[in-house]
T-cell receptor, first 114, second 113 residues
């Protein structure tokens, strides 16, 4: 069975500071991994995804994530936070087969302080 | 601009009512999804449809059914609403071959009294 854990339900950073949102997964096979963002009062948007190609994945809005098999992690980073990055972020995992369902983490709310 | 549109942002219903949540997408996507979102639990898949009239149960299908008579429309039905179905409901879609959801609607916040 697959699972995903997001460490920290709330993260607060200052504008211009590094953003680091943590995600660890559990999977018996190399998974596909995803980050989604949900801005207030909106649905989710796909930020980026890892599907067994390059381990460093670049997404929209300056975000990137690195797949580290040895650490079973897929942390999301951005060098410099903007106020507009304040949102809830979800990590998700699924097996590479076309029958596997996506499993979401609990979500991390990012607060950006001026 | 591509869109997934959910018919209601807020909905209040009574226990025992039959409730319909409607979702329409304009991207000609084959796959459509219904999730519910609860604080601290992330998103959980209720049902998934990969083609017209085709459906698969997700992780929490109990108390729900779905209908997909046309490619662009996917309806979620609460057969007899209960208070534990008070939640945010999100519809999503994606292309065939991409089984993870790509585009989401803005959600329907459903309250069952």
């Amino acid at each position: 069975a697959q699972s995903v854990t997001q460490l920290g339900s709330h993260v607060s950073v200052s504008e211009g500071a590094l953003v680091l949102l943590r995600c660890n997964y559990s999977s018996s096979v190399p998974p596909y991994l995803f980050w989604y963002v949900q801005y207030p009062n909106q649905g989710l948007q796909l930020l980026l995804k890892y599907t067994s190609a390059a381990t460093l994945v670049k997404g929209i809005n300056g975000f990137e994530a690195e797949f580290k098999k040895s650490e079973t992690s897929f942390h999301l980073t951005k060098p410099s936070a903007h106020m507009s990055d304040a949102a809830e972020y979800f990590c998700a995992v699924r097996p590479p087969s076309n029958t596997g369902k996506l499993i979401f983490g609990q979500g991390t709310t990012l607060q950006v302080k001026p | 601009d591509v869109k997934v549109t959910q018919s209601s942002r807020y909905l209040v219903k009574r226990t025992g009512e039959k409730v319909f949540l409607e979702c329409v997408q304009d991207m000609d996507h084959e796959n459509m999804f219904w999730y519910r979102q609860d604080p601290g639990l992330g998103l959980r898949l209720i049902y998934f449809s990969y083609d017209v009239k085709m459906k698969e149960k997700g992780d929490i299908p109990e108390g729900y059914s779905v209908s997909r008579e046309k490619k662009e429309r996917f309806s979620l039905i609460l057969e007899s609403a209960s208070t534990n179905q008070t939640s945010m409901y999100l519809c999503a879609s994606s292309l065939a071959g991409q089984i993870e959801p790509q585009h989401f609607g803005d959600g329907t916040r459903l309250s069952i009294l």
